[in-house]
Protein backbone atom coordinates (compact mmCIF):
# COMPACT_ATOMS: atom_id res chain seq x y z
CA UNK A 1 0.00 0.00 0.00
CA UNK A 2 2.95 1.88 0.73
CA UNK A 3 6.60 2.44 -0.91
CA UNK A 4 9.13 4.57 -2.20
CA UNK A 5 8.86 6.57 -5.53
CA UNK A 6 10.13 5.03 -7.96
CA UNK A 7 9.15 6.52 -11.93
CA UNK A 8 8.26 3.12 -13.94
CA UNK A 9 6.90 4.04 -17.52
CA UNK A 10 5.08 0.94 -17.66
CA UNK A 11 2.49 2.29 -14.75
CA UNK A 12 0.61 5.51 -14.17
CA UNK A 13 2.33 8.49 -12.45
CA UNK A 14 1.15 9.35 -8.89
CA UNK A 15 -0.77 12.04 -8.41
CA UNK A 16 -0.39 14.55 -5.63
CA UNK A 17 -3.15 15.08 -3.77
CA UNK A 18 -6.33 16.31 -5.02
CA UNK A 19 -7.19 19.89 -5.06
CA UNK A 20 -4.84 23.17 -5.02
CA UNK A 21 -3.37 24.85 -1.97
CA UNK A 22 -1.67 28.33 -1.50
CA UNK A 23 -0.64 30.34 1.34
CA UNK A 24 -3.30 32.80 1.25
CA UNK A 25 -5.82 30.00 1.15
CA UNK A 26 -3.95 28.54 4.02
CA UNK A 27 -5.48 31.10 6.31
CA UNK A 28 -8.64 30.32 5.71
CA UNK A 29 -8.19 26.56 5.76
CA UNK A 30 -6.57 26.56 9.23
CA UNK A 31 -9.68 28.30 10.70
CA UNK A 32 -12.25 26.30 8.70
CA UNK A 33 -10.32 22.74 9.42
CA UNK A 34 -10.02 23.88 13.32
CA UNK A 35 -13.70 24.46 13.28
CA UNK A 36 -14.68 21.56 11.99
CA UNK A 37 -12.65 18.62 9.99
CA UNK A 38 -15.34 16.61 8.79
CA UNK A 39 -17.00 19.52 6.92
CA UNK A 40 -13.62 20.32 5.72
CA UNK A 41 -13.14 17.40 4.35
CA UNK A 42 -16.51 17.18 2.98
CA UNK A 43 -16.52 19.84 1.09
CA UNK A 44 -13.68 20.01 -0.66
CA UNK A 45 -14.19 16.44 -1.68
CA UNK A 46 -17.57 17.39 -2.93
CA UNK A 47 -16.14 20.36 -4.49
CA UNK A 48 -13.41 18.32 -6.17
CA UNK A 49 -16.18 15.96 -7.52
CA UNK A 50 -18.67 18.10 -8.98
CA UNK A 51 -15.23 19.54 -10.87
CA UNK A 52 -14.36 16.16 -11.82
CA UNK A 53 -17.36 13.90 -12.20
CA UNK A 54 -15.16 10.90 -13.78
CA UNK A 55 -15.26 8.98 -10.61
CA UNK A 56 -13.58 10.25 -7.68
CA UNK A 57 -14.10 8.42 -4.38
CA UNK A 58 -14.96 10.14 -1.07
CA UNK A 59 -12.15 8.13 0.55
CA UNK A 60 -9.02 9.99 -2.02
CA UNK A 61 -6.72 11.97 -0.66
CA UNK A 62 -6.95 15.68 -0.74
CA UNK A 63 -4.27 18.60 -0.31
CA UNK A 64 -5.02 21.47 2.07
CA UNK A 65 -2.74 24.23 3.37
CA UNK A 66 -2.96 24.30 7.34
CA UNK A 67 -0.37 25.99 9.80
CA UNK A 68 1.71 26.81 6.64
CA UNK A 69 2.19 23.22 6.07
CA UNK A 70 1.37 21.51 2.48
CA UNK A 71 -0.81 18.95 4.12
CA UNK A 72 -1.88 15.70 2.85
CA UNK A 73 -5.68 14.29 4.57
CA UNK A 74 -6.29 10.82 4.19
CA UNK A 75 -9.13 9.33 5.29
CA UNK A 76 -8.92 5.31 3.68
CA UNK A 77 -8.73 2.68 6.30
CA UNK A 78 -6.30 0.92 4.00
CA UNK A 79 -4.30 3.78 3.46
CA UNK A 80 -4.25 5.33 7.09
CA UNK A 81 -3.52 1.20 8.17
CA UNK A 82 -0.43 1.70 5.44
CA UNK A 83 0.91 4.26 6.55
CA UNK A 84 0.86 4.16 10.17
CA UNK A 85 2.49 0.42 9.98
CA UNK A 86 5.11 1.72 7.37
CA UNK A 87 8.71 0.46 8.46
CA UNK A 88 12.34 2.67 7.43
CA UNK A 89 13.69 -1.13 8.26
CA UNK A 90 17.15 -1.61 9.99
CA UNK A 91 18.89 0.92 10.73
CA UNK A 92 17.19 3.50 8.84
CA UNK A 93 14.90 6.32 9.15
CA UNK A 94 11.21 5.86 9.07
CA UNK A 95 9.49 7.24 6.16
CA UNK A 96 6.76 8.81 8.46
CA UNK A 97 7.58 10.21 11.49
CA UNK A 98 5.72 11.71 14.33
CA UNK A 99 8.20 14.22 15.86
CA UNK A 100 8.64 16.24 13.24
CA UNK A 101 4.91 16.74 12.13
CA UNK A 102 4.23 17.61 16.13
CA UNK A 103 7.07 19.04 16.85
CA UNK A 104 5.65 22.44 16.65
CA UNK A 105 2.20 21.98 18.28
CA UNK A 106 3.60 19.54 21.31
CA UNK A 107 7.24 19.96 21.80
CA UNK A 108 6.86 23.23 24.47
CA UNK A 109 4.27 21.67 26.19
CA UNK A 110 4.85 17.50 26.79
CA UNK A 111 8.82 17.79 26.50
CA UNK A 112 10.52 15.17 24.98
CA UNK A 113 11.90 12.58 25.46
CA UNK A 114 8.35 10.94 25.48
CA UNK A 115 6.37 8.08 23.08
CA UNK A 116 4.53 10.68 21.33
CA UNK A 117 7.45 12.34 19.88
CA UNK A 118 10.04 9.65 19.47
CA UNK A 119 10.12 7.66 16.32
CA UNK A 120 12.08 4.51 15.02
CA UNK A 121 14.19 2.18 17.94
CA UNK A 122 14.20 5.20 20.45
CA UNK A 123 10.52 4.58 20.32
CA UNK A 124 10.69 0.91 19.93
CA UNK A 125 12.63 1.01 23.38
CA UNK A 126 10.89 3.65 25.60
CA UNK A 127 7.85 1.38 24.08
CA UNK A 128 9.26 -2.06 25.58
CA UNK A 129 9.59 -0.73 29.20
CA UNK A 130 6.34 1.22 29.18
CA UNK A 131 4.28 -1.67 27.61
CA UNK A 132 6.15 -4.25 30.35
CA UNK A 133 4.91 -1.85 32.96
CA UNK A 134 1.50 -1.87 32.69
CA UNK A 135 1.37 -5.52 31.25
CA UNK A 136 2.97 -6.58 34.22
CA UNK A 137 0.56 -4.51 36.62
CA UNK A 138 -1.82 -6.32 34.74
CA UNK A 139 -1.23 -9.62 35.63
CA UNK A 140 -1.45 -8.30 39.11
CA UNK A 141 -4.32 -9.28 41.23
CA UNK A 142 -4.74 -5.58 42.78
CA UNK A 143 -3.43 -4.36 39.33
CA UNK A 144 -5.39 -1.57 37.63
CA UNK A 145 -8.81 -3.26 36.27
CA UNK A 146 -9.19 -3.14 40.47
CA UNK A 147 -8.58 0.00 40.82
CA UNK A 148 -10.00 1.12 37.92
CA UNK A 149 -13.39 -0.49 39.07
CA UNK A 150 -12.66 0.67 42.47
CA UNK A 151 -12.56 4.07 41.68
CA UNK A 152 -15.48 4.04 38.97
CA UNK A 153 -17.72 2.44 41.51
CA UNK A 154 -17.07 4.92 44.18
CA UNK A 155 -17.99 8.20 41.53
CA UNK A 156 -21.28 6.14 40.99
CA UNK A 157 -22.12 5.81 43.93
CA UNK A 158 -21.22 9.60 44.88
CA UNK A 159 -25.01 10.91 44.47
CA UNK A 160 -22.97 14.27 44.71
CA UNK A 161 -21.53 13.62 41.28
CA UNK A 162 -24.53 11.49 40.10
CA UNK A 163 -28.19 12.24 40.94
CA UNK A 164 -30.71 10.22 39.74
CA UNK A 165 -33.89 11.07 38.73
CA UNK A 166 -32.51 14.61 37.52
CA UNK A 167 -31.51 16.17 34.24
CA UNK A 168 -28.25 16.40 33.55
CA UNK A 169 -25.50 16.99 31.05
CA UNK A 170 -23.93 13.43 30.24
CA UNK A 171 -20.76 14.86 28.58
CA UNK A 172 -19.94 16.84 31.67
CA UNK A 173 -20.75 14.21 34.23
CA UNK A 174 -18.44 11.80 31.88
CA UNK A 175 -15.74 14.54 32.33
CA UNK A 176 -15.81 14.44 35.75
CA UNK A 177 -16.14 10.86 36.02
CA UNK A 178 -12.73 10.88 33.31
CA UNK A 179 -10.90 13.36 35.60
CA UNK A 180 -11.47 11.24 38.92
CA UNK A 181 -10.35 7.94 37.28
CA UNK A 182 -6.88 9.26 35.61
CA UNK A 183 -6.23 11.56 38.61
CA UNK A 184 -7.17 8.89 40.86
CA UNK A 185 -5.03 5.88 39.41
CA UNK A 186 -2.08 7.58 37.86
CA UNK A 187 -1.80 10.28 41.11
CA UNK A 188 -3.45 8.68 43.65
CA UNK A 189 -5.67 12.09 43.67
CA UNK A 190 -9.08 12.37 45.16
CA UNK A 191 -11.43 15.50 45.27
CA UNK A 192 -12.53 14.75 48.87
CA UNK A 193 -8.89 13.83 50.31
CA UNK A 194 -7.05 16.15 48.29
CA UNK A 195 -9.38 19.09 47.36
CA UNK A 196 -7.01 22.03 46.57
CA UNK A 197 -4.25 19.54 44.79
CA UNK A 198 -6.82 17.68 42.45
CA UNK A 199 -8.38 21.28 41.56
CA UNK A 200 -5.20 22.81 40.89
CA UNK A 201 -3.79 19.91 38.84
CA UNK A 202 -7.11 19.97 37.00
CA UNK A 203 -7.05 23.96 36.31
CA UNK A 204 -3.49 23.71 34.80
CA UNK A 205 -3.99 20.91 32.93
CA UNK A 206 -6.71 22.99 30.88
CA UNK A 207 -4.73 25.69 30.75
CA UNK A 208 -2.08 23.63 28.93
CA UNK A 209 -4.35 22.54 26.25
CA UNK A 210 -5.73 25.69 25.72
CA UNK A 211 -2.39 27.18 24.87
CA UNK A 212 -1.54 24.49 22.72
CA UNK A 213 -4.48 24.49 20.82
CA UNK A 214 -4.83 27.99 20.54
CA UNK A 215 -5.08 29.73 16.93
CA UNK A 216 -2.47 32.25 17.74
CA UNK A 217 0.63 30.44 18.41
CA UNK A 218 2.63 32.64 19.67
CA UNK A 219 4.27 32.93 23.37
CA UNK A 220 3.22 36.73 24.78
CA UNK A 221 3.32 37.50 28.39
CA UNK A 222 3.24 41.40 29.91
CA UNK A 223 2.43 42.49 32.74
CA UNK A 224 -0.87 43.84 30.64
CA UNK A 225 -1.59 40.48 28.29
CA UNK A 226 -0.62 36.86 28.20
CA UNK A 227 -1.35 34.91 25.17
CA UNK A 228 -3.19 31.23 25.53
CA UNK A 229 -0.14 30.02 24.69
CA UNK A 230 1.99 31.39 27.09
CA UNK A 231 -0.20 30.35 29.87
CA UNK A 232 -0.29 26.73 28.56
CA UNK A 233 3.91 26.61 28.50
CA UNK A 234 3.61 27.80 32.08
CA UNK A 235 1.37 25.61 33.48
CA UNK A 236 3.51 22.50 31.87
CA UNK A 237 6.38 23.58 34.17
CA UNK A 238 3.95 24.27 37.52
CA UNK A 239 2.74 20.45 36.56
CA UNK A 240 5.73 19.00 36.43
CA UNK A 241 6.70 20.63 39.78
CA UNK A 242 3.41 18.97 41.08
CA UNK A 243 3.64 16.02 39.45
CA UNK A 244 7.30 15.35 40.85
CA UNK A 245 6.17 16.02 44.08
CA UNK A 246 3.30 13.73 44.15
CA UNK A 247 5.53 11.40 42.42
CA UNK A 248 7.64 11.27 45.02
CA UNK A 249 5.41 11.55 48.22
CA UNK A 250 3.42 8.44 47.46
CA UNK A 251 6.88 6.44 46.97
CA UNK A 252 7.59 7.62 50.49
CA UNK A 253 4.25 6.21 51.65
CA UNK A 254 4.92 2.71 49.38
CA UNK A 255 7.79 2.31 51.35
CA UNK A 256 6.12 2.72 54.17
CA UNK A 257 3.13 0.53 53.59
CA UNK A 258 4.73 -1.89 51.27
CA UNK A 259 2.07 -4.52 50.23
CA UNK A 260 4.03 -5.99 47.32
CA UNK A 261 6.48 -5.48 44.23
CA UNK A 262 5.95 -3.10 41.57
CA UNK A 263 4.74 0.21 43.55
CA UNK A 264 1.68 -0.48 45.36
CA UNK A 265 0.56 1.66 48.12
CA UNK A 266 -2.45 0.58 50.28
CA UNK A 267 -2.89 -2.69 48.34
CA UNK A 268 -3.81 -0.66 45.04
CA UNK A 269 -1.06 -0.70 42.01
CA UNK A 270 -0.10 2.59 40.57
CA UNK A 271 1.31 1.34 37.56
CA UNK A 272 3.07 4.50 36.53
CA UNK A 273 4.44 5.08 39.92
CA UNK A 274 7.63 4.03 40.70
CA UNK A 275 10.70 4.98 38.48
CA UNK A 276 12.01 1.28 37.34
CA UNK A 277 15.21 0.41 35.76
CA UNK A 278 17.02 2.40 33.29
CA UNK A 279 13.70 4.69 33.74
CA UNK A 280 14.26 7.79 35.18
CA UNK A 281 11.96 10.32 37.29
CA UNK A 282 11.77 12.90 34.39
CA UNK A 283 10.45 10.50 31.97
CA UNK A 284 7.79 8.97 34.49
CA UNK A 285 6.70 12.40 34.90
CA UNK A 286 6.61 13.76 31.52
CA UNK A 287 4.66 10.55 30.94
CA UNK A 288 2.79 10.68 33.79
CA UNK A 289 1.71 15.00 32.29
CA UNK A 290 0.56 13.29 29.09
CA UNK A 291 -1.49 10.47 30.65
CA UNK A 292 -3.19 12.86 32.94
CA UNK A 293 -3.97 15.61 30.21
CA UNK A 294 -7.04 17.86 29.87
CA UNK A 295 -7.02 16.15 26.22
CA UNK A 296 -6.83 12.15 27.81
CA UNK A 297 -9.99 13.05 30.16
CA UNK A 298 -11.77 15.23 26.91
CA UNK A 299 -10.83 12.28 24.98
CA UNK A 300 -12.61 9.81 27.93
CA UNK A 301 -15.27 11.74 28.48
CA UNK A 302 -16.19 11.70 24.48
CA UNK A 303 -16.13 7.96 24.03
CA UNK A 304 -17.90 7.24 27.31
CA UNK A 305 -20.87 9.48 26.20
CA UNK A 306 -21.45 7.94 22.72
CA UNK A 307 -21.29 4.48 24.32
CA UNK A 308 -23.80 5.37 27.09
CA UNK A 309 -26.11 7.13 24.13
CA UNK A 310 -25.56 3.85 21.86
CA UNK A 311 -25.87 1.29 24.79
CA UNK A 312 -28.98 2.93 26.32
CA UNK A 313 -30.90 4.71 23.53
CA UNK A 314 -30.42 3.07 20.26
CA UNK A 315 -33.50 0.74 19.52
CA UNK A 316 -33.58 -2.02 17.02
CA UNK A 317 -36.94 -3.27 15.86
CA UNK A 318 -38.73 -1.13 18.36
CA UNK A 319 -36.34 -2.14 21.26
CA UNK A 320 -33.43 -0.66 22.75
CA UNK A 321 -30.44 -2.56 22.87
CA UNK A 322 -30.08 -2.53 26.90
CA UNK A 323 -33.35 -4.31 27.25
CA UNK A 324 -32.09 -7.42 25.29
CA UNK A 325 -28.55 -6.92 27.29
CA UNK A 326 -30.89 -6.93 30.28
CA UNK A 327 -32.53 -10.04 29.29
CA UNK A 328 -29.28 -12.34 28.32
CA UNK A 329 -28.51 -11.42 32.31
CA UNK A 330 -32.00 -12.46 33.22
CA UNK A 331 -30.94 -15.74 30.98
CA UNK A 332 -27.84 -16.22 32.80
CA UNK A 333 -26.16 -16.30 29.50
CA UNK A 334 -22.72 -14.30 30.85
CA UNK A 335 -20.43 -14.66 28.26
CA UNK A 336 -22.88 -13.94 25.11
CA UNK A 337 -23.60 -10.69 27.22
CA UNK A 338 -20.17 -9.99 27.73
CA UNK A 339 -19.51 -10.34 23.79
CA UNK A 340 -22.25 -7.90 23.02
CA UNK A 341 -21.39 -5.33 25.35
CA UNK A 342 -17.84 -5.76 23.69
CA UNK A 343 -19.32 -4.92 20.13
CA UNK A 344 -21.33 -2.15 21.25
CA UNK A 345 -17.87 -0.80 22.34
CA UNK A 346 -16.04 -1.29 19.44
CA UNK A 347 -18.51 0.31 16.92
CA UNK A 348 -18.62 3.02 18.93
CA UNK A 349 -15.04 3.38 18.90
CA UNK A 350 -15.12 2.64 15.27
CA UNK A 351 -17.89 5.54 14.11
CA UNK A 352 -17.08 8.02 16.96
CA UNK A 353 -13.11 8.04 17.91
CA UNK A 354 -12.63 10.35 20.29
CA UNK A 355 -9.37 11.87 18.41
CA UNK A 356 -10.17 12.24 14.91
CA UNK A 357 -6.62 11.46 13.92
CA UNK A 358 -2.90 12.22 14.02
CA UNK A 359 -0.15 13.54 12.19
CA UNK A 360 3.46 12.23 10.22
CA UNK A 361 5.62 14.03 8.38
CA UNK A 362 6.75 12.55 5.08
CA UNK A 363 11.05 11.84 5.33
CA UNK A 364 11.07 10.73 1.67
CA UNK A 365 9.21 10.56 -1.29
CA UNK A 366 6.45 8.03 -0.99
CA UNK A 367 3.49 6.63 -2.37
CA UNK A 368 0.58 5.23 -1.49
CA UNK A 369 -1.93 3.26 -4.05
CA UNK A 370 -5.20 4.47 -4.85
CA UNK A 371 -7.98 2.26 -4.28
CA UNK A 372 -11.49 1.76 -6.85
CA UNK A 373 -9.07 1.51 -9.76
CA UNK A 374 -7.76 5.31 -8.90
CA UNK A 375 -4.43 6.06 -9.44
CA UNK A 376 -2.10 5.96 -6.85
CA UNK A 377 -1.01 9.66 -4.44
CA UNK A 378 2.56 10.92 -4.37
CA UNK A 379 3.01 12.28 -0.97
CA UNK A 380 6.50 14.49 -1.70
CA UNK A 381 9.35 14.76 1.11
CA UNK A 382 8.51 17.52 3.92
CA UNK A 383 4.58 17.18 3.42
CA UNK A 384 2.56 16.13 6.16
CA UNK A 385 0.07 13.83 6.68
CA UNK A 386 -3.01 14.12 8.45
CA UNK A 387 -4.66 10.89 8.79
CA UNK A 388 -8.73 11.22 9.51
CA UNK A 389 -9.82 8.28 11.95
CA UNK A 390 -13.77 9.27 11.45
CA UNK A 391 -13.65 8.64 7.80
CA UNK A 392 -11.17 5.79 7.92
CA UNK A 393 -13.91 4.43 10.35
CA UNK A 394 -16.43 4.88 7.77
CA UNK A 395 -14.49 3.42 4.38
CA UNK A 396 -17.16 1.79 2.82
CA UNK A 397 -14.69 -0.70 0.94
CA UNK A 398 -13.96 -1.90 4.57
CA UNK A 399 -17.08 -1.49 6.13
CA UNK A 400 -19.41 -1.88 3.28
CA UNK A 401 -22.82 -0.55 2.77
CA UNK A 402 -23.82 0.09 6.04
CA UNK A 403 -20.30 2.13 7.11
CA UNK A 404 -22.05 5.14 7.94
CA UNK A 405 -24.41 3.11 10.25
CA UNK A 406 -24.02 1.65 14.23
CA UNK A 407 -25.07 -2.05 13.79
CA UNK A 408 -24.49 -3.26 17.54
CA UNK A 409 -23.78 -7.01 16.42
CA UNK A 410 -20.87 -5.52 13.58
CA UNK A 411 -17.91 -6.64 16.35
CA UNK A 412 -19.62 -10.15 17.49
CA UNK A 413 -17.84 -11.27 14.46
CA UNK A 414 -14.04 -11.92 14.44
CA UNK A 415 -12.95 -11.26 11.26
CA UNK A 416 -14.42 -7.30 11.49
CA UNK A 417 -11.07 -5.30 11.31
CA UNK A 418 -10.03 -2.98 14.43
CA UNK A 419 -11.25 0.60 15.03
CA UNK A 420 -8.86 3.46 14.53
CA UNK A 421 -9.59 5.28 17.42
CA UNK A 422 -6.01 4.87 19.07
CA UNK A 423 -4.32 4.37 16.02
CA UNK A 424 -2.24 0.99 14.93
CA UNK A 425 1.35 -0.20 14.61
CA UNK A 426 3.98 0.62 16.55
CA UNK A 427 3.32 4.26 18.17
CA UNK A 428 -0.94 2.94 18.73
CA UNK A 429 -2.01 4.70 21.89
CA UNK A 430 -0.42 3.05 24.91
CA UNK A 431 -3.39 3.73 27.28
CA UNK A 432 -6.13 1.79 24.13
CA UNK A 433 -6.54 -1.08 26.72
CA UNK A 434 -6.58 1.11 29.72
CA UNK A 435 -9.37 3.22 28.02
CA UNK A 436 -11.47 0.31 26.85
CA UNK A 437 -11.25 -1.09 30.53
CA UNK A 438 -12.67 2.41 31.75
CA UNK A 439 -15.77 2.54 29.48
CA UNK A 440 -16.97 -1.17 29.92
CA UNK A 441 -16.23 -1.43 33.86
CA UNK A 442 -18.81 1.52 34.04
CA UNK A 443 -21.15 0.14 31.69
CA UNK A 444 -21.14 -3.08 33.82
CA UNK A 445 -21.23 -1.34 37.11
CA UNK A 446 -24.80 0.66 35.73
CA UNK A 447 -25.97 -2.38 34.25
CA UNK A 448 -25.47 -4.29 37.45
CA UNK A 449 -26.97 -1.78 39.75
CA UNK A 450 -29.83 -1.47 37.53
CA UNK A 451 -29.55 2.13 35.80
CA UNK A 452 -31.51 3.07 33.31
CA UNK A 453 -31.18 6.47 31.13
CA UNK A 454 -33.65 8.58 29.06
CA UNK A 455 -32.70 11.25 26.60
CA UNK A 456 -33.25 12.98 23.24
CA UNK A 457 -30.92 12.82 20.39
CA UNK A 458 -32.46 15.00 18.13
CA UNK A 459 -29.79 17.13 16.59
CA UNK A 460 -28.94 15.99 12.90
CA UNK A 461 -25.24 16.30 13.39
CA UNK A 462 -25.15 14.17 16.88
CA UNK A 463 -27.15 11.28 14.60
CA UNK A 464 -24.39 11.24 12.51
CA UNK A 465 -21.42 11.24 14.80
CA UNK A 466 -23.21 8.15 16.45
CA UNK A 467 -24.32 6.25 12.93
CA UNK A 468 -27.84 7.16 13.85
CA UNK A 469 -28.20 9.23 10.63
CA UNK A 470 -26.41 11.07 7.52
CA UNK A 471 -26.47 14.76 7.77
CA UNK A 472 -24.93 17.11 5.70
CA UNK A 473 -21.54 18.53 6.82
CA UNK A 474 -22.37 22.18 7.39
CA UNK A 475 -25.22 20.22 10.11
CA UNK A 476 -21.75 18.10 11.50
CA UNK A 477 -19.82 21.34 12.05
CA UNK A 478 -23.06 22.80 14.02
CA UNK A 479 -23.57 20.18 16.74
CA UNK A 480 -20.26 18.59 16.85
CA UNK A 481 -16.96 19.55 18.41
CA UNK A 482 -14.06 18.28 16.65
CA UNK A 483 -10.57 19.76 17.43
CA UNK A 484 -8.98 18.61 20.15
CA UNK A 485 -11.96 15.83 20.38
CA UNK A 486 -15.12 15.11 19.59
CA UNK A 487 -18.13 16.13 21.68
CA UNK A 488 -21.57 17.44 21.41
CA UNK A 489 -21.38 21.78 21.13
CA UNK A 490 -24.39 21.57 23.14
CA UNK A 491 -25.36 19.79 26.08
CA UNK A 492 -27.15 16.41 25.33
CA UNK A 493 -29.17 16.37 28.59
CA UNK A 494 -30.46 12.56 30.17
CA UNK A 495 -31.98 11.40 33.27
CA UNK A 496 -30.71 8.50 35.14
CA UNK A 497 -33.12 5.89 37.46
CA UNK A 498 -32.38 2.80 39.30
CA UNK A 499 -34.91 0.37 39.30
Not at 75 to 83: L, V
Not at 279 to 308: C, I, N, P, W, Y
Not at 366 to 390: A, C, I, Q, R
Amino acid sequence: MTSDYKSESSRPQPQLPLGNSSSLRGVTENFSFHSSPEAFIASRTQQWQSENPSGTNTRTPIRAKILNRNVAVVSSYKQIQAILNASGGSGSQPPYVAAQAYDELMTEFFPPPNLLLADGCPHANMRRAWDERIKGSHSSASGPQSLLSSLVSSFLSDRSCVSLDKTIDLYEMMKELAWRVLLGALLGLSPDKDEKLFAEVQSLQEDLLRGQFSLMPISINTRIFRSPRSKGIQARKKLQEVITQRLQQLEHEGDADRTGGGGDVGGKTMPFLKVQGHQKMDEVRDHTLMMTSSLAAKGLASLLTAFFLNLFLFEMGGVKIVDDLKALADQGQTDQRRKVLRSIYLETERLSPPIVGVMRRVTRDMVVEGGHGENSTLLPKGWDVWMYFVGGGRDSAVFGENCLSFDPTRYMSDNVPEPLGFGTGAKSCLGRDLVRDIVLLTAENCLANGWSMDGDVSKPGLKAWLGWDNAKPEQWAADMKQLPTQHPTDPVTVRFAQQ
